[in-house]
């Protein structure tokens, strides 16, 4: 048994060196490909159900590697995580960010964005006020960006960045949960952390027609937010038939591909100015 032990561990050891090379060439190829311009942001649109405006957008990262292609996010930012690269990722997509939004205010647009946020991005602590100075920097009202977070940002007590978040929103800034529901004390940190949106996962919109537990389950977070004055989006709605479900429990928003699938900046102006509420 013993020895079994000390093979596991030898196996355990290699994977984790091949782990941490891949890591490694990967944290590098991130910060050059940042350098080289291999990165680009899409927005995806966001509609407010009640009037069938679009009023915000979802800003999501694309790679594409010159070599392996295009890399979908959940293969890098993991990985970014880790390496503390998310931090320079981050940076480079807020400023990437306010560059679009004064084209698409120049334009006439007014949108708010969301932007993801990964935890470690809070650390080290002041981080936050670096992108305080960048949007302030681009004279852009705090209040048009939301910042969204996953669940498990409340979990780690006091690694979590609580007071920053809080700091954050007396200076206008907004805050959404993202991936609402997957995580594990979802009631209890709405009590403690006030934010200003959740985001039903879209594990839940999913299968809103033939489950009846996740449709209640969908009802009961929108019925939540009412009560909270907290605004609820439905993610990953793909069919009209979801979207009517959503409306009948009062959704507040909708995002997915029924709408439009996550666009460069200038398909997304031009959708923004062709899109017509119905
Ligand atoms: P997320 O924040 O939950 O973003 C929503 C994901 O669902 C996006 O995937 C989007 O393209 C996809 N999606 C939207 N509508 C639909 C739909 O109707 N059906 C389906 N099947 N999918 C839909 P994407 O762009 O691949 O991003 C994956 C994840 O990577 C994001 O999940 C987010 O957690 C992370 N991510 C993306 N951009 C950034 C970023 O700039 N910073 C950080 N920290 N994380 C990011
Ligand atoms: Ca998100
Ligand atoms: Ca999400
Ligand atoms: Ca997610």
Known sequence: AKKAGRNRVTLFNDDMRDEAQH?????????????????????????HMDTGTVEKCEALIRWCHPEKGFIPPNEFIGVAENTGAIRSIGRWVLERVCQDFNRWTDMGLDLSVSINRSVSEFYPSGSHREWEDLVSSYGIDPAKIIFEITESLFMDGNESPVDELKQMRSNGFRFAIDDFGTGYSAINYLRNYPVDFIKIDRSFVMDILDNAQDRTLVEVIIKMG?????????????????????????????????????????????????????
């Not at 038939?241 to 959704?251: G, M, S, T, Y």
Request: hydrophobic share 40%.
């Open 226 to 278: 009412k009560a909270l004055g907290i605004g609820v989006i439905a993610e990953g709605v793909e069919n009209i038939e979801q979207l009517q479900a959503l409306k009948v429990f009062d959704c507040d928003c909708i995002q997915g591909y029924y709408l439009a699938r996550p666009m460069p900046v200038e398909d997304f102006i031009h959708f923004c100015n062709a899109y017509r509420p119905g």
């Open 23 to 47: 890591q490694l060439l990967m944290h590098n190829d991130i910060i050059n490909g940042l350098e080289k311009g291999e990165f680009d942001v899409y927005y995806q649109p966001i509609m």
